[in-house]
Every structure is written in structure tokens, then in C-alpha cells.
């Protein structure tokens, strides 16, 4: 429902970002999701020669993602897969003088914790060099090589012991915070993060900021003597999202100064965006939110502020476009900056001044890395292609990792073009359309609308497994970045602060009559659905408009009013809408898809994850049960053990063949009774 965690006047700007499929190619298929690989976290090595990188595969036989650690040479002449282990590798670092690749890892430990793993170059096994009970979340190596900031879990005194085999009852479950709920984590107690101090020499762990506060994103200065972090302090940290950054000599029993004052968000963790130092060590450049009232809905800016102390400064605060993940390099500062249906890689000189695109073009970048020298490599997807590594040496980046280049050589792709149209109220909406991949012009096709979650988030030109699966169905496929999405500036995202379903809805709905006047969409045989505020904006669209045959509603909510206190949003929802008892009208308004389920009379397929305690399955169940006593068809899929996303494998799988199940059944009966021979 939140970030999930991160988007012409008269006609379309349609861009095919396909070249013609030759004739030996295949459609894709529903194995094919298992065969492409997730390539993550590129790492240069500081001489420049290798870059690590993660690649995620589907473990069917265990029935589970798994990430291994590879290492490709810079002229791609060469690529090694360096771990081959049941459990998954993450995190990869390299060691300043680039003898050691770091990673985390929980195998070969007890009880399940990741912990540090040093690989020396030379050859030899992987060393786990930690044994914090907690587990270690993050670490940073020390530019001078000698040490290593962990930020490390406190341990669960009640945990059971791993090697008893005496079966205890848990003790129960006492909570006293604000926000006591987050997805994954479960129910949150007084347990806290904190930064260790590990020497690589004696491989021993001292704790450098002890307290009753969560540090996390650690940095250190150039010159290895202090750590930056990040940390949300004052009275009670649960009731709001200030998050500061703070700075600490790196010695055990020193004292953290606080190092932002701003009101809001300054480098707030969900962007996974870490302090980055100047060379000379003067100055630190980080992320900086909005105004705090705004939670998601606000821009985040790169700002820079010296290590001092003082005011900080934007460093291109006409840009209302979001940004992330800043590097120093010289006297530039690269970034991430997200765009409409676009990110880029992007700097601007440290004083400020013209932001210029270093990789633009209608792709999504994911991730970079650079090195002192000035190589650079970024990951980035299109359309066509999931994400990969490139050397970024000449004019054109340079794919080096090629973990799914083979595959998609055979593959026969419907072709992804963006479009423009205009919603109810004349505002320019835009967003892409999926075409079979046998497309012939004049026909028209069964349509699938999908939505988006966030709700401040935004469809990329990026590489959708989903819409590829659709329109090999022989479905065209409407994607639309409503009013609330990112990517066009704060003005647009906040358009639907505390009216949901109303605008958005509106955007949608636009862009199905667009699809449906361009002679593409089969106005009889229309479909709708998506997942977190996908889902929920799904519940709003076919509670005002019966067109749609067929919907599937992936962990929505309806009725507001049962998120308040059993999911992780308190804070949000007290800010967008205040309380229930002191804003009553406002939480009855925006569950109208509830308490007005008698409107809907589409065929509506609900799925959630039992553990989901983002958008928690009482919400599905509430929406199934309504639609059950009103003889409306439909059907609720909870998957096992599973949270808001979604990720055993098969269910992965499972939930794709319930989609084109459910979406032949209403739009292709033809497909559906076939399929059921």
C-alpha cells in the first residue's frame, strides 16, 4: 500500500520499444517465470577489473528464491559464479584494498540470522567472520581496510533455544508501542539495531551505539575516524518519520552528535539511500523529504550539509522529481532521479547548478556503483529486458552480465508503447499499452486494466513478466500512472491526499476509454485488477462502474476503517486522515467500496497472504464475505506463510494461473472451457 516498496492531448505518443520479432521465436509461457533471473546490487571492485553482482534464481525442488554471488570482469570477457549455496548470498562488498568480497549470509548458522562472510581473493572458502545472535542487517567497510561498521539486531531473549529439543510455550505477546506491527517482522517489541564496531585483524565486535533507538545506513568519513548514521530519536520515534543523521567518532564509548535538524524525513531508510561523504571529508550529501504532513506524497531532494553542522541546502531545489541514492565523485554528485515512467542516472555539481542526465532514455535504473578512478557500471531494465548490468565506458552502456540475454533471444514479445490521454477533468494521464504479440491492427482484443500499488509509485519502462503473460494469452494490456503515482512532480502525487478512489479512479477509467476509441480494447470484454493499492483502487473502480467483467483484487482494503490499528500505517493514516472518531465522515467516505458492496456486480477474485501485515488479509476477507451474501462470484486465494509479496515460488506460479483462470472464465469462456478439457 505504501512505496513497494519506489508513474497527447489529442492523440498518444506511442513508442514501441520493440524491434520486429523474427519468426523463430516463441510466446512466453508460464515456466518462463521461472527461468528469469534477478540481477542485483552491481559492486565495483576498486581496481576497476571485476564487478560483483547478485543474481536471484527460483529454486522449484526447494520451492524458494535463492541468491547467489557472481563476478564478471570489466571487458565482460569473463563472468564466475562464486557461491553455489542452498541459502541465499546478499549484500556483496568489496574490501577497499579488494582482497576481500563481503557479503551476508545466513547458511551454516543455527538460528537462521545473516551474518558477515569474508571471501579472500587469493582462493579458499567463504569465512563467517560473525556471530551476532541478532544478525547483522548492513555493514560498511572503513576506507583504511581495518574495520568494519555491522549493524546488528538485538538478540530475542525469549527466542527458543536452537538447541534444545524441549518444546516450550512461547510466552505471550506484550506490546506498548505506538506502532507495534510491521510486514515481515511481525509484531514489534523493544528490541532495537545498533552499530558495531568489528576489527578484521582480531575478528572481534564492540558496540559503538548503544541506546534504546534504531541506527542504521552506516558511512564512514574518508579518513576512517568517524561513521555517519541514520537514527529517528525524540520521545516516542513511533509517531513520527524524522529521521536524522547523525555523526560518531569510531571509538567504543564516544558520543553521537545529531547531525540534521530538519522537521522531516532526512535520509528516511526506505529509500535505501546512505550518507554520502565529500572527498575531503567536509561534507555529507543525502536525501531530504518533504513537508512530514504529506508522508509519501512529498518529493524527496538531494541536499547537502556540512559536517559542521548548519543549515542544509538543496542542491537543485526547482526539480520537483524524486531522487535517490547519491555518490560523490570529484566535485560531482550522481544520483538517481525518477522521472515520468522513467529513472535515470543523473549528477549535478556539488554547488549546485544544471542537472544533467549521465544515462537517460526510457528505461528504469535500479542501481549504480562507480570507483575513485571514475568507471561506473548501473542496473537497469527496459521493457524488453529485465534488469542487467552495463559498463558504463562509452557512449552506449555496455551489457556485461547477460544473465537472461539467452533467454529473451527466444522469446516473442507483445510490444510496450507508452501513451498519453486525458482524464474526466481534461488532466493529462499517462501510461503504456501491451499488445499481443501477433497484433493485427483493426481487431479488437480482450483487455486486462492492471493497477499499480503505492499508492505513490508509478508503472516503469521496465520489464513486466505479467503484462509479457497476458498479451502471450492473446489480451492487450492498459496500464495507466493516475493522479497520486510519482514521477511527475509533488503537485500530481498529492492530488489524491485523503480522496482516494476519486481522481485515480477517474485516470483509470480514462485510460480504458483511450484503449477502447483507439479500436484496441473489446469494450464487451473488459478485466481490471492489481495488488496493495492496486487492489484497493480495483475495489473503488468496480464499485462505481459495471463494465468490467472480471476483476482481481490482490491485498486490498474497502473498509478503512478495519486498517486502523491492525496494520503497520498508524502514522500515516492519523496524518492523511486524522482519527476515526474525530474525522468519522472522511473514513466512512473513502469505505465506500464496503459499505456499498451492493453497488459492485463484477466477478471480483481476492487474494492476500496470511501474514500480510501491510494490508492484512481481514481486509480481503471482509470484501469476499460481502460479495458472497450479495451472490456476487467470487473467490478468495489466501497463499500460506506468506506476506505482502508474495515470494515461495510456487505461489508465484499459483497466482499467475489464477489470473488468466480467472480472466478467460469472464472475457475468454472460449480459452477457459478449453483449458478445462
Request: with cysteine; net charge negative.
Amino acid at each position: 500500500m505504501k512505496k513497494l516498496l519506489m508513474l497527447t492531448l489529442a492523440c498518444s505518443l506511442a513508442i514501441s520499444t520493440l524491434a520486429a520479432p523474427s519468426q523463430d521465436k516463441r510466446f512466453v509461457t508460464l515456466d518462463d517465470l521461472a527461468l528469469i533471473k534477478e540481477v542485483g546490487s552491481p559492486q565495483i571492485s576498486p581496481d576497476g577489473n571485476w564487478v560483483a553482482y547478485t543474481v536471484t534464481t527460483h529454486d522449484t525442488k526447494e520451492d524458494k528464491k535463492n541468491s547467489d554471488l557472481w563476478m564478471t570482469a570489466w571487458d565482460g570477457s569473463r563472468s564466475i559464479q562464486l557461491t553455489h549455496n542452498k541459502e541465499s548470498e546478499s549484500a556483496p562488498r568489496w574490501s577497499p584494498d579488494g582482497r576481500y568480497l563481503a557479503f551476508l549470509s545466513s547458511r551454516a548458522v543455527e538460528n537462521e540470522t545473516d551474518q558477515l562472510w569474508l571471501m579472500n581473493r587469493a582462493g579458499g572458502e567463504a569465512e563467517r567472520v560473525t556471530d551476532m545472535k541478532g544478525g547483522v542487517t548492513d555493514y560498511a567497510f572503513s576506507p583504511d581496510g581495518k574495520r568494519i561498521a555491522l549493524v546488528v539486531k538485538d538478540p530475542d531473549p525469549d527466542a527458543p533455544d536452537e538447541k534444545s529439543k524441549e518444546k516450550k510455550t512461547p510466552k505471550p505477546i506484550v506490546i506498548d508501542r505506538f506502532q507495534f506491527k510491521l510486514d515481515e517482522e511481525g509484531y514489534l517489541g523493544k528490541l532495537r539495531q545498533h552499530i558495531y564496531l568489528f576489527d578484521i585483524a582480531t575478528r572481534k565486535a564492540e558496540i559503538l551505539t548503544p541506546g534504546n533507538f534504531d541506527e542504521m545506513l552506516p558511512a564512514w568519513s574518508p579518513d576512517s575516524s568517524k561513521i555517519a548514521f541514520v537514527s529517528k530519536r525524540g520521545a516516542d520515534p513511533d509517531r513520527h518519520d524524522n529521521y536524522d543523521i547523525f555523526l560518531i567518532e569510531a571509538r567504543a564509548g564516544a558520543e553521537a552528535r545529531q547531525l540534521t535538524t530538519y522537521t522531516g524525513a532526512d535520509c528516511d531508510p526506505t529509500w535505501e539511500s546512505y550518507p554520502a561523504w565529500s572527498a575531503d571529508g567536509k561534507q555529507i550529501a543525502y536525501i531530504r523529504g518533504g513537508d512530514p504532513k504529506l508522508i509519501y506524497y512529498a518529493v524527496y531532494q538531494l541536499a547537502v550539509i556540512s559536517v559542521d553542522g548548519g543549515a542544509s541546502r538543496l542542491i537543485a531545489p526547482s526539480l520537483d522529481r524524486n531522487m535517490t541514492k547519491p555518490r560523490w565523485s570529484g566535485e560531482w554528485i550522481y544520483f538517481l532521479l525518477e522521472d515520468d515512467r522513467v529513472v535515470h542516472l543523473a549528477r549535478v555539481p556539488s554547488s549546485g547548478g544544471q542537472v544533467e542526465r549521465a544515462l537517460a532514455g526510457r528505461r528504469e535504473v535500479s542501481n549504480f556503483d562507480l570507483t575513485a578512478s571514475g568507471k561506473m557500471v548501473a542496473l537497469f531494465a527496459s521493457p524488453h529486458a529485465p534488469a542487467e548490468v552495463y559498463a558504463m565506458d562509452a557512449k552506449e552502456p555496455r551489457v556485461i552480465s547477460n544473465q537472461n540475454t539467452e533467454l529473451m533471444s527466444k522469446l516473442k514479445l507483445g510490444a510496450v508503447e507508452e501513451i498519453s490521454f486525458k482524464s474526466k477533468d481534461g488532466t493529462l494521464i499517462h501510461g503504456f499499452v501491451v499488445k499481443p504479440p501477433d497484433y493485427q491492427p483493426g481487431k479488437k482484443y480482450p483487455t486486462i486494466l492492471r493497477i499499480h500499488g503505492g499508492p505513490v509509485w508509478q508503472f516503469y519502462n521496465n520489464f513486466m513478466f505479467d503484462w509479457q503473460m497476458f498479451a502471450a494469452r492473446g489480451y492487450a494490456v492498459v496500464a495507466a500512472d493516475p493522479r497520486g503515482s510519482s514521477g511527475r512532480g509533488e503537485a500530481f502525487a498529492k492530488a489524491i491526499y485523503a480522496d482516494w478512489g476519486n481522481k485515480d479512479a477517474e485516470d483509470v477509467l480514462a485510460a480504458v476509454d483511450y484503449v477502447t476509441a483507439q479500436g484496441v480494447a473489446d469494450a464487451e470484454r473488459l478485466g481490471v485488477g492489481g495488488w496493495s493499492y492496486g487492489g484497493i483502487l480495483t475495489n473503488y473502480v468496480i464499485a462505481r462502474d459495471r463494465r468490467f467483467k472480471a476483476a482481481v483484487s490482490g491485498s486490498g482494503i474497502s473498509n478503512v476503517l478495519a486498517g486502523y490499528g491492525t496494520d503497520m500505517y498508524i502514522r500515516e493514516y492519523e496524518a492523511e486522515l486524522g482519527t476515526p472518531w474525530g474525522n468519522t465522515d472522511l473514513w466512512l467516505k473513502l469505505s465506500h467500496p464496503f459499505l456499498r458492496a451492493d453497488r459492485i456486480k463484477t466477478p471480483t477474485l481476492f487474494m492476500c497472504g496470511e501474514k500480510d501485515f501491510n494490508v492484512p488479509l481481514i481486509n480481503s476477507e471482509q470484501m469476499y464475505q460481502a460479495l458472497r451474501s450479495l451472490a456476487v462470484d467470487t473467490q478468495l486465494v489466501i497463499y500460506p506463510g506468506e506476506y505482502h509479496e508474495i515470494s515461495k515460488p510456487s505461489y508465484l506460479r499459483d497466482r499467475l494461473e489464477r489470473y488468466l483462470a480467472w480472466y478467460d472464465k469472464y472475457l475468454k469462456p472460449e480459452q477457459a472451457a478449453k483449458s478445462a478439457q
